[in-house]
């Protein structure tokens, strides 16, 4: 609600419960969630945080011709009035809001938002704010709710497909100096410029694009295209792209891709033994049988996190159509 506040707010007590007088707090609703407080703090307790303002000031300021802790106050209120007059109200906005949210049991879901405040010297002090606050509800039929928390069984081919990913995750790859056309399952590294009527389009035109053929991460036409490719012969590939399609340069358009291999690589998996288990460095897996064991001990506590995860979601769906 206020800025951050100075050193001499500070020394005026922060937003620590004033003594004195009590505010008059006035409470309106402002539809289901936001009330409006408006709050006034009577003068005894204005007059008394402007004294331990300036008393705190008398022992601070240095004024020519004036030891330190005897400068009148008319000369401080002439020298440093405005400023001590703003952080003394942002002091008392602060802690008497507080005081007014905790008196009228009031609990707000986020800071309250100052709406105006209105103050002269030696006068009271009045102020509105704004709170946002959690909507009543009515609870209806609650209890006896029924979801069925559906959890998938994680049985070895589960775990199968974990270690095929993790064994892909630990491939090297080896360029193939002997090999000049490309296969599916290569990996390769090619330069490529992108044409569309015969304009160059530089966002998709690259070097040293690295492509895993048949793995599914490239357009079809261009996966499917570069099989067979010769290394070191430039090669066009056409490839239509959606009208959807993600990047509006390409979107809709007939592009030819002018395809330069540069490497064929062939990628190799570690063998699937307790080496593997050696390489992932898991703690307390030091065979394969000790990685299958671990592997299927996550995929069950993830399968239960998401079974949950489903079951809390219908649950929520069963309240809010019930409210």
Do not use: W
Request: proline share 4%; with cysteine.
């Amino acid at each position: 609600m206020a800025a951050k506040k100075s050193k001499q707010a500070k020394d005026q007590g922060g937003a620590r419960q004033v003594a004195g007088d009590p505010l008059e707090i006035t409470v309106q609703e402002e539809g289901p969630i936001k009330r409006i407080l408006t709050i006034q703090v009577p003068p005894t307790r204005v007059k008394s945080a402007f004294d331990r303002a300036y008393q705190s000031l008398r022992g601070r300021a240095k004024v020519a011709g004036f030891r330190k802790g005897n400068v009148p106050r008319k000369i401080l209120e002439h020298n440093y009035g405005d400023q001590v007059s703003a952080d003394v109200v942002e002091s008392l906005i602060e802690s008497c809001c507080v005081e007014a949210l905790r008196e009228k049991e009031i609990a707000g879901v986020a800071n309250p938002q100052l709406l105006g405040h209105d103050f002269a010297d030696g006068d009271a002090l009045t102020f509105q704010v704004q709170v946002e606050v959690r909507p009543h509800v009515d609870l209806k039929t609650y209890k006896g709710l029924e979801v069925e928390r559906r959890i998938v069984r994680v049985d070895e081919s589960h775990i199968d497909d974990a270690l095929r990913s993790l064994r892909e995750r630990y491939a090297t790859l080896v360029t193939e100096e002997d090999r000049i056309n490309v296969a599916t399952g290569d990996v390769v590294v090619f330069d490529m410029e992108a044409f569309s009527r015969g304009e160059r389009l530089e966002n998709a035109s690259a070097e040293g694009v690295q492509m895993e053929v048949g793995a599914g991460r490239f357009p079809d036409e261009l996966e499917n295209g570069i099989v067979g490719v010769t290394r070191s012969i430039p090669t066009s590939i056409d490839v239509h792209f959606p009208e959807d399609h993600r990047d509006s340069e390409l979107a809709g358009k007939l592009v030819r891709f002018q395809v330069t291999v540069r490497e064929i690589k062939n990628k190799i998996l570690p063998p699937l033994n307790d080496d593997l288990a050696s390489e992932v460095n898991l703690e307390d897996c030091d065979t394969l049988a000790d990685l299958r064991k671990k592997i299927r001990e996550d995929l069950e506590a993830r399968s239960g996190a998401e079974a949950d995860r489903r079951a809390r979601n219908d649950l929520l769906s069963q309240l809010v159509d019930a409210h």
